[in-house]
């Protein structure tokens, strides 16, 4: 008796650690299958983002080549849908419009509302085979070599409307000058640090600053993760100058320059440039690739004020899914208070590289309109609100003959107010003092 108690109990031992291990390795091996991460839902056919609060819902998906997405507007505010890589763009939608797109390659697609800044959302269209991908494989992958936060670069001085002047050296009679277009973080206001694609870590690029009759070299570095070019828009240089990607040059590869060269003919004013690649000319212009070209009359010095006044200024206005409403690549407040002593004579310089029309007003005092494109006007046209369109360059004039803290803005509401009621976005001022 004793001994098969003895066997029973050796027996029951046995089944117990049996059962022990096999529960300990159904725990471990669940555990492993929870830690990998759960495959992505790929739709097809048709499917609804929602606009509300503000926001895409979803804001990523991922769908198969061949399926309809319908964004339905449920906020009161109107919104839009605009493709960043130029596909589509839907009409203003109130509450309740719709707008439809059907996806048929493979790709990553990235849109935005342009009415409010910071509302994004991304399409991935995909083959069924890549369920099991990491979400974070298909995201933006961030570059190891951008730069830390721009400041600008070394030599170049620092204006009073925040831009940057860019310095040059004569070479064999040329005024040669040195741009970098790469990637760097940019602080649109303080806390608010966001990627940029820039010349010499500036958003606007440094302002070249040339008079009229002058020769130029330009050395563009490309160190960019693709290829680029750089227009000089308003000014009439020889096609091979041009910097249209793919018609008047290959594109700048990464890693590689390029020197464009050119006697600038244009009559003094505001001109600009930017990037005119093959491919992705509106992402690398809406990632901060721009700058002002300004042309002053014969003998005025590099850092002279234009002849006839006492403060010269730059306005670049734009309206960017990366950085939203700005001046000179900044949000209210941070934007520049520019100084102004009563009675002088101010020049701005006014340069729309935005995708939508800005009419800028002036407190306190109007100004004249004197030049358009870099042509002067016949007359000079007296105003208190200008309205900018994108591409468009301007000159106004006005005498400070009232003291205070002069707003400069857009006079569309929706540009210069954040989501929270307050004043943010496309809104300077000129500090006018005794």
Not at 287 to 305: A, C, H, Y
Not at 340 to 348: A, E, M, R, S, Y
Not at 390 to 396: A, H, V
């Amino acid at each position: 008796m004793n001994l098969r108690l003895q066997r029973f109990s050796r027996f029951s031992l046995i089944v117990f650690v049996g059962l022990l291990l096999t529960a300990c390795q159904m725990s471990d091996s669940s555990a492993s299958k929870s830690d990998q991460p759960a495959p992505k839902t790929i739709h097809s056919g048709k499917v609804e983002v929602d606009m509300e609060n503000m926001n895409f819902t979803p804001n990523v998906i991922y769908v198969t080549k061949g399926t309809t997405i319908t964004w339905k507007n449920k906020d009161a505010t109107p919104h839009n849908v605009t493709s960043n890589q130029g596909l589509f763009q839907s009409k203003t939608m109130s509450q309740g419009d719709t707008f439809s797109y059907t996806f048929k390659k493979n790709g990553t697609y990235t849109y935005n509302c342009t009415f409010h800044p910071g509302m994004n959302g991304e399409v991935i269209v995909t083959d069924k085979k890549a369920d099991q991908t990491s979400a974070a494989s298909t995201g933006t992958k961030k570059s190891e070599t951008i730069a830390p936060l721009g400041t600008g670069t070394s030599g170049e001085v620092k204006q009073a409307d925040d831009t940057r002047l860019l310095p040059y050296k004569m070479e064999n009679g040329y005024k040669v000058f040195h741009l970098d277009a790469k990637p760097v973080y940019w602080e649109v206001k303080p806390g608010d640090k966001v990627e940029a694609w820039a010349y010499n870590g500036t958003v606007p690029g440094p302002e070249i600053k040339v008079n009229q009759g002058d020769k130029v070299k330009i050395i563009v570095k490309n160190d960019l993760p693709e290829g680029t070019t750089v227009h000089w828009h308003g000014l009439d240089v020889p096609f091979k100058q041009d910097g249209t990607g793919g018609i008047s040059q290959p594109d700048i590869k990464p890693g590689e320059s390029w020197t464009y060269k050119f006697t600038v003919n244009a009559s003094p004013g505001t001109y600009m440039y930017h990037s005119h690649p093959m491919t992705d000319m509106l992402k690398q212009e809406q990632m901060g690739l721009f700058g002002s070209f300004i042309v002053e009359p014969k003998g005025t010095g590099w850092e002279q004020v234009h002849p006839g006044y006492q403060d010269e200024y730059t306005v670049v206005v734009n309206d960017s899914p990366q950085f939203g409403y700005t001046i000179n690549g900044l949000s209210y407040p941070a934007t520049p208070v520019m100084p102004v002593k009563l009675g002088d004579k101010v020049l701005v310089h006014i340069i729309n590289i935005g995708s939508m029309v800005h009419p800028m007003h002036l407190h306190g005092m109007h100004f004249q309109e004197i030049s358009q494109d870099g042509v002067p006007l016949p007359a000079p046209i007296t105003m208190d609100t200008l309205s900018t369109s994108p591409g468009t360059t301007y000159d106004i004039a006005f005498t400070a003959d009232q003291v205070g803290k002069w707003l400069f803005h857009c006079h569309i509401t929706d540009h210069v107010v954040d989501q929270n009621g307050n004043m943010s976005g496309m809104i300077t001022m000129f500090d006018v003092t005794k």
